[in-house]
């Protein structure tokens, strides 16, 4: 039987293409609430599409 003792440590490394957060304008935000809006209205009648945005999420 073998007993772990030390977790070793990854450093994670989340992918950008600058090291940088992504920048968000005035203008980027309008067009992505255009985007959402125009998207619920599409899908309104169908109960399996789920419509978001500015969602990031990294699996570990």
Known sequence: MTILTQIE??????????????AESDI???YMAYGIEALNLYFQERSD????????????
């Not at 994670?12 to 600058?18: A, L, V």
């Not at 599409?49 to 570990?60: Q, R």
């Open 9 to 22: 440590q990854v450093e994670i490394k989340y992918p950008s293409s600058d090291g940088e957060p992504i």
């Open 49 to 60: 599409v789920y419509v978001s945005a500015n969602s990031l999420i990294y699996y570990e």
């Open 28 to 30: 980027t935000r309008d």
